[in-house]
């Protein structure tokens, strides 16, 4: 039997969480705002309900800080509505985002620097969402280690309804206001909280909720929910958190039902979310533990079907035969889809699927190629010059079949569209690796030996 070390444990458990009085002369500098808009800028957002976009921004940037600054010291700073955007979602519905002004960014970033080395030291070691330092990789490693190393087959998969929309105010500032006693800075966040929302109907209050696209958002979930993960944690359930998608894992199926039941209680009854009941299951790694994109199995980690549609479905708007742009201008765009892809999923043990998909991937750019000689003399004179001899067939240029046959390939090896064209390779990236998580009470991260699912 493999003895399994106790629930994570923070050497900081048994202290005072430090209390912190005297934050808010931290914003009232223009150094600390200009750095705070230069991390807006990286990350390259729409513009807001105002229309000034970032670059917009950046064009006055000395007076629209100045301005900033003087409402921040007059407390006079309102932040506006935030600009409702609806995203489809794969299984057919919509996730709601809302996308506050520039300079509204400015203000939560700046306020996210002095807020977040606070809370993040003290928050669980098994939440891994928006969390400097931590990655979807670790999340899906430590939930891989929980699962096959100490054998806690049995996962509760716990989805909420709209979790970000349905967060309470009086909650989230209760939750900050036992560390931080600056009235300022919670007058601040009740603002930010409040501003509302921007739709096609008009203007319409935020009596709830923190909206998803907003910097500071993903830190207030956080702060909102670590209060579930110290309640799991204080009952020697074993969980891994990503924002607001949740396992717990089990060593049998008694076990997951209970723990299914603690925990749709208190985000119900104390954190006043809603456990959507048709998504929330129990599995068993058997059959798959499906997570952040990937189904860990008791042995093996695959990658889900549908994130491999999506993913044929991007490279195939990037390369129809019809799109008007050469074979070079095709492979820059489409490269960095293919890295993205690539190194994303490369915690799973896909090397065959990438392999597959590699090989797609060469007959699509083939049949621009083809179509893009027109006629089989061209082919054939390609042929030619890389010193095939003898007489070829003539065969329809436009042909979605014809860009796998012999002479296609000939005339586009592999080796040329890699080393030549520079079309990254999904077949060359290494698979089945695991990113480790600090160590567990002393002990060494857990990695498991690469193997090939065929």
């Known amino acids: 039997m493999i003895l399994e070390p106790a629930a994570d444990e923070d050497p900081q458990d048994s202290e005072m969480a430090r209390i912190w009085y005297s934050l808010y002369g931290r914003l009232l500098s223009k150094g600390a705002l200009r750095a705070a808009f230069f991390k807006v800028k990286s990350a390259n957002g729409a513009s807001g309900i105002d229309g000034q976009s970032v670059r917009d921004f950046a064009g006055s940037l000395d007076a629209d800080l100045d301005l900033l600054l003087t409402e921040l010291r007059e407390k006079s700073y309102r932040p506006q509505p935030v600009r409702r955007v609806e995203i489809p979602k794969a299984n057919g519905g919509v996730r709601l985002l809302g996308i506050p002004a520039v300079r509204d960014r400015v203000v939560q970033q700046a306020l996210l620097d002095i807020l977040q080395p606070i809370f993040d030291p003290d928050f669980h070691p098994s939440s891994y969402g928006y969390r400097p330092g931590r990655s979807c990789h670790q999340a899906i490693s430590k939930a891989t280690m929980l699962i096959r190393k100490y054998e806690r087959k049995w996962v509760v998969d716990m989805d909420l309804s709209k979790c970000f929309d349905t967060l309470d105010h009086g909650l989230i500032l209760g939750s900050i206001a036992r560390r931080i006693k600056d ?10 909280l409040k501003s509302g929302v921007m739709t096609n109907e008009g203007w319409q209050a935020s009596e709830v909720g923190s909206p998803q696209g907003g910097v500071i958002s993903p830190l207030i979930a956080n702060i909102y929910l670590d209060a579930f993960d110290q309640f799991m944690k204080e009952r020697g359930h074993r969980i891994v958190r990503y924002a607001d998608d949740i396992l717990i894992l089990c060593r049998s199926k008694s076990a997951a039902c209970n723990a299914l ?3 749709s209680r208190y985000l119900e009854d104390e954190l006043l979310l809603t456990v959507n009941r048709e998504k929330t299951h129990i599995c068993n790694s058997l059959k798959g533990v499906t997570f952040l994109g990937v189904s860990i199995h008791s042995t093996y980690t695959r990658i889900q079907e549908a994130k491999i549609w999506v993913f044929k479905e991007k490279v195939r708007a990037l390369t129809r035969r019809n799109g008007g742009r050469n074979v070079d201008e095709v492979i820059d765009v489409l490269n960095p889809v293919l890295r993205g892809f690539a190194f994303y999923f490369r915690i799973a043990d896909c090397k ?3 392999r597959d998909l590699s090989s797609w991937v060469r007959r699509r750019i083939r049949a621009i190629q083809m179509k893009l000689w027109k006629r089989p003399g061209r082919l054939h004179r390609r042929l030619r010059q890389l010193g095939y001899k003898g007489e070829f067939i ?20 592999n080796r040329y569209l ?3 064209l520079w079309l990254f390779d999904l077949s060359a990236v290494q698979t089945g690796i695991l990113v480790p998580d600090r160590n567990v009470n002393g002990q060494e991260p857990y990695t498991r030996p690469v193997r090939t699912v065929l």
Not at 394 to 406: E, Q, T
């Open 261 to 263: 039941g603690q925990a």
């Open 418 to 420: 890699h080393k030549e």
């Open 183 to 192: 009235g300022s800075i919670l007058e601040l966040l009740r603002k930010v």
């Open 394 to 413: 003539d065969i329809k240029m436009n042909s979605w079949a014809n860009a796998a046959c012999p002479l296609a390939h000939y005339a586009l090896p």
């Open 352 to 354: 065959k699927v990438l």
